[in-house]
């Protein structure tokens, strides 16, 4: 097994705690079920938002869907001018043996034009 990095980002419509919460969930669980990863695979997962959202740290949500036993840590991503706003991205970290091609990277909603060239169909 290699420890690979999974990357996924999405936005939110508002800076309110529902709204990152439910975003951020729907982003893990696509992650999670895209490449069919085990809680027990995963060892640690980053979670970043830009400086307009600070209504809850995102890790909240990862937290509340049971990830208990897994490293979580939140930052707040670096300011570019003219560079999307209202976004959340994860960084998670799996042990897999799939190879680097075989990740499938995930984003939703206003992210999706982000990083085209990562994501698999």
Known sequence: MM????RGATTVSENSRE???DRTSELLARIVDANA????????????CTRDLDAVFPAEAARA???TEVALECFSEMYVEDGLESCI?????????KSNVQLNHIYL???MGLRTDLVNE
């Open 3 to 6: 420890l690979r990095g999974i």
């Open 19 to 21: 709204d990152i919460l």
């Open 37 to 48: 990863i085990n809680k027990d695979d995963v060892a640690s997962i980053i979670f970043s």
């Open 65 to 67: 869907d049971g990830w």
């Open 89 to 97: 991205r994860i960084l998670m970290h799996v042990n897999t043996e």
């Open 109 to 111: 909603h206003g992210a």
